[in-house]
């Protein structure tokens, strides 16, 4: 199993970044597969997931009308979109292959993350 | 509350057990997971559900959990074991929440 993200990026306040993340080595459609950010520093924090099978999303409320989470089916890979970017948006950003069951979850394999910078 | 509460750092000598305890409302309803992040790393897996270890995990790592709070146990902690490390639980508001995280040192 292998989610390999996108390069590091370096953007300006007020623009936005999409973050891509292939997966590999499993059926793409039968795992949930989140977004978790960490800034300098910090701990970590949840941003989302999305349903590869149809493709529906759940977006934390901290990040609702900023964030979009798609998927393409043909090449396995799903995409993070983050608009109208902060300072305080300087972070690495994970993808991670989530599974568990009625009362548990619980996240098995990451991706190497992708350092997003957001400078002047 | 919607939060996952740690203790910012524990100390621990080498070949003692240390336990990380994680508390929060969501915990009564659902098992926590447990990862652990070196420097420059992304998180590892390293406990989920009751008490599961993923593969290539020690056995010297074990969970447990009793009403609103999770605990990771270190038994004869090593060196390597030096880390930040998180909890995570899922709330029935289909949200996911990580504990504010704990730095393990091993003397």
């Known amino acids: 199993v292998q989610l390999v993200q996108s390069g590091a990026e370096v953007k300006k306040p007020g623009a936005s970044v999409k973050v891509s993340c292939r997966t590999a080595?499993?059926?793409?459609?039968?795992?949930?597969v989140h977004w978790v950010r960490q800034a300098p520093g910090q701990g970590l924090e949840w941003m989302g997931i999305?349903?590869?099978?149809?493709?529906?999303?759940t977006y934390a409320q901290k990040f609702q009308g900023r964030v979009t989470m798609t998927r393409d089916t043909s090449t396995s890979t799903v995409y993070m979109y983050l608009s109208s970017l902060r300072f305080e948006d300087t972070a690495v950003y994970y993808c991670?292959?989530?599974?568990?069951?009625?009362?548990?979850?619980?996240?098995?394999?990451w991706g190497q993350g992708s350092l997003v910078t957001v400078s002047p | 509350s919607s939060e996952l509460t740690q203790d910012p750092a524990v100390s621990v000598a080498l070949g003692q057990t240390v336990r990380i305890t994680c508390q929060g409302d969501?915990?009564?309803?659902?098992?926590a997971s447990w990862y652990q992040q070196k420097p420059g790393q992304a998180p590892v897996l390293v406990i989920y559900?009751?008490?599961d270890r993923p593969s290539g995990i020690p056995n010297r790592f074990s969970g447990s959990s009793s009403g609103n709070t999770a605990s990771l146990t270190i038994t004869r902690a090593q060196a390597e074991d030096e880390a930040d490390y998180y909890c995570?639980?899922?709330?029935?508001?289909?949200?996911?929440?990580f504990g504010t995280g704990t730095k393990v040192t091993v003397l």
């Open positions: 991670a292959r989530g599974d568990g069951g009625y009362n548990y979850h619980y996240f098995d394999y």
């Open positions: 080595g499993y059926t793409f459609y039968t795992y949930y």
């Open positions: 999305i349903n590869p099978s149809g493709g529906s999303t």
């Open positions: 969501s915990l009564r309803s659902y098992y």
């Open positions: 559900d009751k008490n």
């Open positions: 995570h639980s899922r709330d029935n508001n289909d949200n996911h929440l």
